[in-house]
């Protein structure tokens, strides 16, 4: 199973499937709608690419030392 650094959740119902994620939903704040889509997109990655956390980090010139929270950090000074 792909390691995953944050709170977020790696959903691997049966060995083989394909790898999909969600994010935690305690993190999504109705509140701050950018942050939130953010994480969205961060777990749309993982689920359309098939990506792990270190992989996205070092395809976007993150650390894969931190937590993937760089990601969706990262996604939202770019994206939005």
């Not at 083989?16 to 777990?43: A, C, F, K, T």
Request: with cysteine; proline share 8%.
């Amino acid at each position: 199973m792909p390691q995953h650094k944050g709170r977020f959740v790696p959903i691997v119902p049966h060995p083989g499937q394909w790898y999909r994620s969600m994010p935690d939903l305690g993190l999504i704040d109705p509140n701050n709608y950018y942050q939130d889509i953010s994480i969205v997109l961060h777990e749309v990655l993982h689920n359309v690419t098939g990506m792990t956390d270190d992989m996205i980090q070092s395809a976007l010139g993150l650390s894969t030392n931190a937590v993937s929270d760089n990601i969706t950090q990262r996604l939202l000074k770019d994206c939005f």
